[in-house]
């Protein structure tokens, strides 16, 4: 069950490591104005303001897998206790047969 755990949470944090990098790489344009000092690449172009910036990033998508995550964390841990539940009864009832048996022999 703990492997079960650590599997979700390391492909989730290498999942968003990777969506991260693949952000941050500079394409072809960049790559070549990187060389430029800042205050040559400010000389070379206007850009104007247009307003503020859209979120890049879609927050339904990011809240629906939140939720998935939480009702799967719930329903294993569900699963964890009623096995824990079962294993307790097996228990109950092995020392009470064993009493019954050492009061009766």
């Given at each position: 069950?703990?492997?079960?755990?650590?599997?979700?949470?390391?492909?989730?944090t290498?999942?968003?490591?990777?969506?991260?990098?693949?952000?941050?790489?500079?394409?072809?344009?960049?790559?070549?104005?990187?060389?430029?000092?800042?205050?040559?690449?400010?000389?070379?172009?206007?850009?104007?303001?247009?307003?503020?910036?859209?979120?890049?990033?879609?927050?339904?998508?990011?809240?629906?897998?939140?939720?998935?995550?939480?009702?799967?964390?719930?329903?294993?841990?569900?699963?964890?206790?009623?096995?824990?539940?079962?294993?307790?009864?097996?228990?109950?009832?092995?020392?009470?047969?064993?009493?019954?048996?050492a009061?009766?022999?």
């Amino acid at each position: 069950m703990r492997a079960l755990i650590a599997i979700f949470v390391l492909s989730g944090t290498l999942f968003s490591g990777a969506v991260a990098l693949a952000q941050d790489t500079p394409t072809g344009d960049e790559a070549t104005t990187a060389q430029e000092t800042p205050s040559e690449e400010r000389a070379a172009q206007f850009v104007g303001v247009t307003g503020p910036e859209a979120e890049s990033v879609p927050g339904g998508p990011l809240l629906l897998g939140a939720y998935a995550i939480v009702w799967i964390l719930l329903f294993l841990f569900l699963m964890r206790m009623r096995g824990l539940q079962r294993q307790t009864a097996e228990e109950l009832e092995r020392l009470s047969a064993e009493i019954r048996a050492a009061e009766g022999g």
